[in-house]
């Protein structure tokens, strides 16, 4: 179920309900994530994680590899939120009037 940008709610920051979705299969390299955005710098896709990840609704695995490589998946909490997010999209398509 895709509902992000007609979302008349923020969870979290701007981004965050668009990291929830790319997240909502599970684990995904960075790049991974940043391909499901491509409209969003890594930079701000990079800051959305980590305070995601101070949240406590993503974790974050680096991998002593080189070229190192990084993964991130929802918590259990992050999952939750994806809850609340469905509903909040439900909401939003049975009470907006489309433009």
């Keep these: 179920m895709k509902c992000t940008h007609e979302l008349p709610y923020r969870i979290g920051g701007r981004w965050t309900a ?3 979705r790319a997240l ?4 995904r390299r960075f790049g991974e994530v940043r391909g499901e955005m491509p409209w969003v710098t890594a930079k701000v896709l990079a800051e959305t994680l980590r305070a995601m990840e101070r949240d406590g609704t993503v974790s974050r695995e680096a991998f002593e590899e080189n ?5 991130y998946e929802l918590t ?12 909040c999209c439900d909401w939003a398509r049975e009470n907006l009037v489309e433009t």
Excluded: I, S, T
Aim: charge should be positive; proline fraction near 8%.
């Design 67 to 71: 070229p190192p490589r990084v993964e």
């Design 18 to 20: 668009h990291v929830l």
């Design 76 to 87: 259990a909490q992050g999952r939750k939120v994806l809850g609340l997010l469905d509903l």
């Design 24 to 27: 909502q299969g599970g684990r």
